[in-house]
């Protein structure tokens, strides 16, 4: 056994029992950030975990947090609309998925009925017979044309060019729209992502849009008159170029958003009872027939399916963006809410035997995991599944 596997465990067991001084804290941490495969920090982190108690519970809510924060201290990055943070410290938490999944390690679930002590006995009851895989940077590009472009397989560089606008695909993944100064008429692009698929894209005006699965977005190949106008189904996040002449508008169902410029993220899926307008920046307006409301950065906006508006305060912004940072995170969530997402994400069908549990829960975890780690998570307080055939069933 090398003396790196020893020190480890020696630490590992420490931090677990609460008895590490800070800096060998701080050097466990430096040890998993500094571990160069991935499989070696697997394996150091198992060599770990395999010496704990089995009997024992694993770090509480404040400990994962203490341990996540570190981790991501590590190589972040301004926050910008890129494949995003899929280059953040993802390489430390797709490993971390059997650090920060199997300890607990950030992530972490409570339910507001019942909060159940998780050991390594009660992690080893669960064996899904199948699983799905996340998803990823997957798109459709419909050209004005009718021409269809499988982004995810197209090659990097020039895709296409309509007028005197060209279409890139960067090494990044991202589709960045380069208008030119002619005047030809502009045409009507739309991209769209299937269930287990997320891209991004700048639009010719440099605005920065983040589409989340399920999803689409409608758009001019250069933006000319008065106003920018793009249509959406599912839910995106925007960075709006700031251009006071000419107000960028987001139009959904019987909505549109108004804006100079600003970030703010817009949910309005079909099989969601309520749309959702999250500011994080500038001033948004909010339109639905008579119904009108304008946002400060931390409101959100909440229309329902009849058509009623409010506006609610000091909103955690986290929690409705942390999907395009490539995290799953929930608070005071239904059962039923927490697996509209996971369909979306891991085009999964979901099932209920008998009436949808009522309970609540709240938590965070990566969205590189499977769908059996996800669902683990909620196993811990108590709800029982089983994974089939792109089938997720919820038992009594």
Not at 3 to 24: C, H, I, Q
Not at 280 to 288: R, T
Not at 304 to 318: E, F, I, P, S, T
Request: charged share 25%; aromatic share 8%; with cysteine.
């Amino acid at each position: 056994m090398s003396e790196l596997y020893v020190r480890l465990n020696y630490l590992f067991n420490k931090y677990y029992n609460g008895t590490a001084s800070e800096d060998e804290r701080d050097e466990l941490f430096e040890i998993i950030d500094s571990s160069a495969t991935d499989a070696e920090l697997a394996s150091l982190i198992h060599q770990a975990w395999d010496s704990l108690d089995d009997d024992g519970p694993l770090f509480d809510k404040s400990k994962s947090d203490e341990m996540l924060a570190q981790i991501l201290r590590t190589n972040t990055e301004p926050a910008v609309v890129t494949p995003a943070k899929n280059n953040l410290p993802w390489r430390k938490l797709g490993v971390a998925a059997s650090l920060l999944f199997l300890v607990g390690f950030g992530a972490y679930i409570y339910s507001n009925q019942k909060k159940q002590v998780v050991t390594k006995k009660s992690i080893a009851k669960i064996h899904p017979k199948n699983d799905a895989l996340p998803g990823g940077n997957k798109a459709i590009l419909t050209l004005a044309n009718g021409k269809t472009i499988t982004l995810d397989s197209a090659q990097n560089g020039l895709l296409a060019q309509q007028g005197a606008t060209k279409i890139n695909k960067t090494r990044n993944g991202q589709l960045v729209y380069e208008a030119g100064i002619n005047a030809d008429a502009p045409v009507i692009n739309t991209i769209s992502t299937p269930r287990g698929g997320q891209y991004q894209l700048i639009l010719p005006d440099g605005s920065k849009v983040c589409l989340n699965s399920a999803s689409s977005l409608s758009f001019p190949t250069r933006f000319t008159g008065k106003t920018r106008e793009v249509t959406i189904t599912g839910e995106a996040y925007f960075e709006v170029s700031k251009n006071p002449n000419m107000p960028f508008r987001v139009k959904s169902d019987n909505t549109t958003v108004e804006v100079l410029g600003t970030h703010f993220n817009i949910m309005a899926y079909n099989d969601e009872a309520e749309m959702k307008t999250t500011l994080l920046e500038g001033s948004v307006k909010i339109s639905n027939g008579t119904a009108t409301g304008v946002l400060k950065p931390g409101q959100q906006a909440v229309l329902n399916k009849a058509g009623r508006l409010k506006v609610l305060d000091d909103v955690d912004v986290d929690d409705e963006v942390a999907w395009k940072d490539g995290i799953f995170q929930f608070r005071d969530a239904g059962i039923d809410a927490i697996m509209r997402q996971a369909a979306r994400w891991y085009d999964v069908d979901v099932a209920y035997e008998g009436k949808i549990p009522q309970r609540e829960f709240t938590g965070r975890i990566s969205r590189n995991v499977k769908a059996s780690e996800l669902m683990n998570m909620l196993g811990y307080a108590g709800v029982k599944y089983k994974i089939e055939d792109k089938r997720i069933t919820i038992q009594q």
